[in-house]
């Protein structure tokens, strides 16, 4: 087995490069996608970007912090760490926050050390999710193709370790969900059943493949099935709770129906209503251009099937997935797993793209709009960047950071403090 020495050399240069500096590290990364370390050195950089987060009382990262603190003060025995397993005390499946929790604060009550490993568990498979596409394509993608691997990249960036516990189990997800289609490995689909642990709410992507599974390939009639279910994405239908609860279990029964409860529907229809018309715009292209690329990838079926049987069948499942999601969107906080259809879609469409001939006009046509859907996904997510990032992620490196950890600014205030 030959060892590519070079490629072993780059890759302790660009350890180097980010211990010096680790923003500089990054975009380096990026230039080599091509290689394989450069997949660690995103993952380094998330470690050092969860460390140095910034916690903002508006915002989710705040209960995290709060949780943390609490459990400072909680005894430590092999009683209380296994009481986090009792479904009569904790009456859930999704553990890991608290696991994470017991164990951090067994040794440290620096929140930093907390977001430090969130980084390190979300940035683990951010950086192989983002990095699978690129594995996966026989052409070189072009300044307009590449668009659609941006936004890939930030519709669920590495600033939503502020939502760590849903957000975290999504990569978790489509990691295993990639590696199970490729590989047709049934040892996989345990992996999948690894997000419920971070967020219960993914029990519901998991039967939906296990279902997906037992049903088999019928892409005309899941196509079909996309196509009028994406009615209720624009003119969506309220379900009652009553028959959401009739097909829960009994460990979620409480959740899910504080999800239903009518005052937080209400609220929540508030915090929609005070969106702004460019949040709300964005939700509505979004959901536009996935029925557009499901389109063009249908068109392009035979094709897919012929390249490699793992695509088409993985689009299958997009189409299976995306059409039981878009009916019950409508219930509060479920129209998040359309982000988990939506990541996997593009994510074909990428390796699609770049596995066929496209027309270059094509191409043109696909790069200007994934690029002002970039555009707008910046803008709706400029305020969360600036407050929960912190300056030093960009000016200083991990060493300066340890011992300088007190001066936490963010962006946003480090902006208005030196330049305003």
Known sequence: MLVN??????????????????????????????????????????????????????????????FFLNEINQEKNWTNFLDIFSPDIYGRLDVVRDIINFILTSFTDNYHVLFAVYGLIFGYFYSRNIMFLFENIQNRPSFWTTSIF????????????NGFRFWTATHIFIYFTFLYFKKANIK???????????HFAFIAPF???????????????????FLVSSIFLFAPV????????????????????????????????????????????YAILLRSLSILVVIMIFIKRKY????????????????????????VSSIPSVGRFLIVGYLLLF????????????????????????????????YNKS?????????????????VSIFTEEDILSLADYIKKYFL
């Open 238 to 281: 309220d379900l009652s709770s009553k028959y959401l609860l009739g097909y829960t279990p009994e460990i979620y029964q409480e959740k899910v129906e504080g999800y239903n409860d009518e005052e937080y529907k209400l609220l929540v229809q508030e915090k929609r209503d005070s969106k702004s018309i460019l949040v709300k715009g």
């Open 5 to 66: 020495t070079e490629n072993i050399k780059n890759s302790w240069y660009s350890v180097l490069l980010f211990l010096i500096w680790p923003f500089l590290a990054l975009i380096f990364a990026f230039k080599n996608h091509d290689k394989r370390w450069s997949r660690n050195i995103i993952w380094l950089f998330t470690i050092f970007y969860g460390y140095t987060f910034v916690v903002v009382d508006t915002m989710d990262n705040i209960k995290y912090k709060e």
């Open 347 to 378: 994510a074909l469409f990428f390796i699609t793209i770049n596995n066929f001939n496209f027309k270059r006009e094509t191409e043109f046509f696909i790069g200007l709009i994934f690029y002002f859907m970039i555009t707008l996904l910046l």
């Open 304 to 327: 897919l099937r012929n390249l490699n049987k793992w695509s088409f069948n993985l689009f299958c499942f997009i189409l299976f997935f995306l059409s039981i999601f878009s009916v």
């Open 188 to 198: 996989y689909i345990i992996g999948l059943f690894i997000p419920v642990l971070f």
């Open 207 to 225: 039967l939906i493949l296990l279902s997906y599974i037992f049903l088999g390939n019928w892409i005309k009639i899941y196509f079909i099935m």
């Open 383 to 399: 305020g969360q960047i600036l407050f929960s990032t912190s300056y030093k992620v960009i000016l200083f490196n991990p060493i």
């Open 150 to 161: 941006i936004f890939f990249s930030l519709i669920i960036g590495i600033w939503e370790l």
